[in-house]
């Protein structure tokens, strides 16, 4: 029996989903809807398959260090990960996944799953697989088309041929995403399912149709290939040659030409969390029809979604809003307005507010730190680092820091003076001076971090020395 190869796409922004989904740590990071992340999610479900190599997980270069730690809390952290230097759409990064695995198992099956999905029904989901299989041995390119339950008009359809069996048919067409009409058109006909955006092919066959179809990609992949790097459990591309690689769907690059495109259907209770309004529509609600997240009370409060996670949140006499808080931000809409958080992102953007990207609290390879507070001469940050972490050797020439230790053990550097700090302990890290701090025990590090000078940006910061890799703030 062919192996089967999870591959894994990690590289969207979520941006339906701010303010808790932002560009530098996305909806497929997010503990979203259950304990764990919904990359994490993801990779768990595959435990019920047969035959399942490890995953490997295309992301960007921004996200790395996220998608390794999570893929280390679940133990399926295996030099695993491809580094996309820009996005380049769907049909390259599963280039890139059929190109390393073809050099090892060209029969091999590629299982391209995305990162940010909701499968309630694995059963249905294993069943599905199952049966695309024997389409896939057959050398057909399988899409899975999610059995609609209504006219949605978030996402495309896939219209249904020639039965190939009891449980697949060709792909008569793909059609863009439609109108409301067309939409409940096609979902009373009965010939049309949801484009899930997941498929199942042998890396040779996908290999081939890019070849027939989209050979650019193809070429530029393989060049990009020829020339990686390894750096941790990291696979880095060459960045001059994928920067020539043109952007393009699977959709659009091969599924919609070749002459092998089989659909299987698949009613797995499946949806792609593209809105919070999707998000309210797959959730546990209450006897007043709410979904509701962390610190929330309510009075009158009917057809919502409240997720509170720093704050408590009270509502009353509303109905159908969407209301998320995080450390930064707000979000009040109407619940049938979803599809509009990008108007937001829009404006933060053309005023330069960093709530567009980054949240208040951001996520280093070792450890996390948050601004607690900041004026024009200083900034105040709650900084924790884990056991083995370390921040760069660095200098700054436009401020000095206070450190004060709150708990953990801290390994300071300064100049050429090394101490150890202990809780309650502090320390001054004069301009100018070279300076690193390292969590030397076997607890998490926690310190508050006092910054003051003229100039108190990231770009202020020059690293001497970088324990991690090339180009992380530190």
Partial sequence: MNKIYPIIMAGGTGSRLWPLSREAFPKQFIRLYGEDSMLQATIKRLNGLDNIIDPLIICNEEHRFIAAEQLREIDQLAHNIILEPFGRNTAPAVALAAIEVAKKDPDGILLVLAADHVINDEYAFYTAINRAIVHTNSDKLVTFGIVPSYAETGYGYIQKGKPQGNDAFLVEKFVEKPNLETATRYVSSGEFLWNSGLFMFKAKCYLNELHKYSPRILACCQSALSQTTTDLDFIRLDKMAFSQCPSDSIDYAVMERTQDAVVVPMDAQWSDVGSWSSLWDISTKNQDNNVLYGDVLTTDTH????????????????????????????????????????????????????????????????????????????????????????????????????????????????????????????????????????????????????????????????????????????
């Fill in 303 to 474: 057809n919502s979604y409240i997720r509170a996670e720093h704050k408590l949140v009270a509502t009353v006499g509303v109905s159908d809003l969407v209301i998320i808080e995080t450390k930064d931000a707000v979000l009040v809409m109407n619940k049938n307005d979803c599809q509009h958080v990008k108007k937001i992102i829009e404006q933060l953007k053309q005023s330069d507010r960093r709530e567009s990207k980054d949240h208040r609290e951001l996520f280093r390879p070792w450890g996390s730190s948050d601004l607690i507070d900041d004026g024009s001469r200083y900034k105040v940050k709650s900084t924790r680092i884990k056991p083995g972490g370390k921040i760069a050797l660095q200098m700054h020439h436009h401020r000095s820091e206070h450190w004060v230790i709150v708990s953990g053990t801290a390994k300071v550097i300064i100049g050429d003076k090394i101490q150890l700090l202990t809780e309650n302990q502090s320390v001054y890290v004069p301009l100018g001076e070279p300076h690193s701090i390292e969590n030397s025990g076997k607890i998490e590090l926690e310190l508050i971090e006092i910054q003051s000078g003229s100039y108190l940006e990231e770009d202020d910061i020059i690293r001497i020395e970088d324990y991690y890799t090339q180009g992380i703030k530190g």
